[in-house]
């Protein structure tokens, strides 16, 4: 019973688990590694991570955490300039649009995450606020300053590719 519900909510939720990790840390091979260790644990611990009010949240927090684990590690931070994507052929399903990815590159770390649960996990406020520890005024401003600054570069690709031409 145990492995058969496993297998059913990796099946339906890697995905989205990984483009939200994705776009937060905007490196696809960390990305994929660090949701893969995310779902590694949540088999380990299946009984108390089925339990949890958004198990996907708790695959995403834990790929985040582990982030930062394997950061104090080597006690250095690749930046996100330096990072680069996979060689290997993109998964289509889970892909996310290289522009966007670049934009979401430019941002900072905690807006990533915010955007990473509320938009790609589709969390709420609150749920978002509890996953990632911090208050939820703090993710409606996050988010608000996000979505300004990616509103902010949509708009002005077009005009620079219209003055291109």
């Excluded at 509103?151 to 291109?164: F, I, K, M, N, T």
């Amino acid at each position: 019973m145990k492995q058969l519900e496993f297998k059913e909510f990796y099946r339906a939720d890697k995905d989205v688990c990984l483009r939200a990790v994705l776009a937060s840390v905007g490196d696809r091979q960390l990305a994929e590694d660090l949701v893969a260790e995310a779902f590694t644990r949540a088999w380990t611990r299946w009984s108390r991570v089925s339990r949890h009010p958004s198990p996907r949240a708790w695959v995403v927090r834990t790929a985040l955490n582990t982030r930062i684990t394997w950061w104090r590690r080597r006690r250095r931070e690749v930046t996100l300039a330096e990072a680069h994507e996979s060689s290997g052929p993109p998964a289509t399903d889970a892909a996310l649009d290289p522009s966007l990815l670049n934009m979401l590159r430019q941002l900072p770390q905690r807006q990533r995450e915010v955007i990473a649960f509320r938009v790609f996990l589709d969390l709420d406020t609150a749920t978002t606020a509890k996953a990632l520890g911090i208050a939820p005024g703090t993710v409606t401003a996050h988010l608000a300053r996000a979505v300004a600054a990616l509103r902010g570069e949509l708009v002005s690709a077009p005009q620079q590719e219209d003055h291109d031409e």
